[in-house]
């Protein structure tokens, strides 16, 4: 056999090869990617949104509300207002929990409550049932987290009045508070109510 025939069949057979490779890695590439598991959430999902009301949001917003004011008897006259450093200090703490609270309503896959267990005030007319108030958040979340920032926003404004220790501004901010409470509840809590079930005056746990 000539040099010239060997080295075409050496040719042949190294382009072979190389072509049989490229094949190869044409055809892994063309196989389906795999899907990647949805990453684990860090969160871990304990209370219900009516534990969080009951636990971390009507405390703080009471606490609030009674922190500046006036109360008559018959002893006279009794100015309640934080003067310490430790009673300013206390305020501070409470208006935090509040804050804090508002992100953890908003957690994805929080329910409105336990299994089996009824809403508060469930015997009132106008009250919705549980069910009812998942299936309101579920259809529009989006609306849910604008209330929640609604009270987020007001805890922020008492929490420069608090760091100010501006009594006047506290006081004022209370009537925020109040009124971001009540348009979220109208809402998702008595919408077929024509009062408001609980008031500052008279509630032993109002919600926001």
């Known amino acids: 056999m000539a040099n010239n025939e060997v080295v075409q069949m050496q040719r042949k057979i190294v ?10 890695l044409a055809a892994c590439t063309e196989e389906a990617p795999t899907t990647a598991a949805a990453p684990e959430s860090p969160f871990r999902l304990t209370a219900t949104i009516q534990d969080i009301m009951q636990t971390l949001v009507d ?9 500046v004011g006036t109360t008559i008897t018959e002893a006279g006259t009794v100015e309640h207002q934080p003067r310490t450093d430790e009673e300013w ?4 703490r409470n208006a935090l929990t509040l804050i804090e609270a508002t992100n ?8 409105v409550a336990a299994e089996g267990k009824q809403i508060e005030d469930a015997d009132l ?8 108030i998942q299936q309101k958040i579920d259809e529009n979340r989006a609306a849910f987290i604008a209330y929640a920032h609604v009270l987020h926003d007001a805890g922020m404004e008492a929490l420069a009045a608090i760091e100010a220790r501006n009594l006047d501004g506290l006081t004022e901010v209370g009537e925020k508070l109040d009124q971001a409470c009540e ?7 008595y919408p ?11 509630a032993t746990t109002p919600a926001p």
């Open 15 to 24: 382009f072979s090869a190389l072509a049989a490779a490229l094949l190869g």
């Open 89 to 92: 200090a206390l305020v501070r």
């Open 104 to 111: 953890l309503l908003t957690m994805e896959g929080r329910r």
């Open 192 to 202: 077929n109510t024509q009062e408001p079930i609980n008031s500052r005056e008279s």
């Open 59 to 67: 405390p703080p917003a009471d606490f609030l509300w009674a922190a």
């Open 183 to 189: 348009q979220c509840h109208r809402v998702y809590w």
């Open 125 to 132: 007319e106008g009250v919705l049932t549980p069910a009812e």
